[in-house]
């Protein structure tokens, strides 16, 4: 079964003289959509970095 990582394999390998000429389509740039994307990330990642800095304020005051 082969697998096509036409992206992971340009990364690794360059890409090669017939995909060079191809372009992907511009996407447009949302900031509300961004915007929307880094609080959803902050709000699931707070607590993780909440506890990992308790942790680390307790080992630095040693």
């Known amino acids: ?9 340009a990364f690794l390998f360059g890409t090669r003289k017939q995909e060079a000429v191809k ?6 740039f949302n900031l509300m959509e961004t915007a929307g994307t880094l609080m ?3 709000d699931q990642l707070s607590p993780y ?3 990992v800095k308790k942790h680390a304020m307790k080992f630095l005051s040693k």
């Open 1 to 9: 079964m082969k697998r096509n990582n036409s992206r992971m394999d």
């Open 23 to 28: 372009e992907e389509p511009k996407k447009e």
């Open 40 to 42: 959803e990330t902050y």
């Open 49 to 51: 970095v909440k506890h």
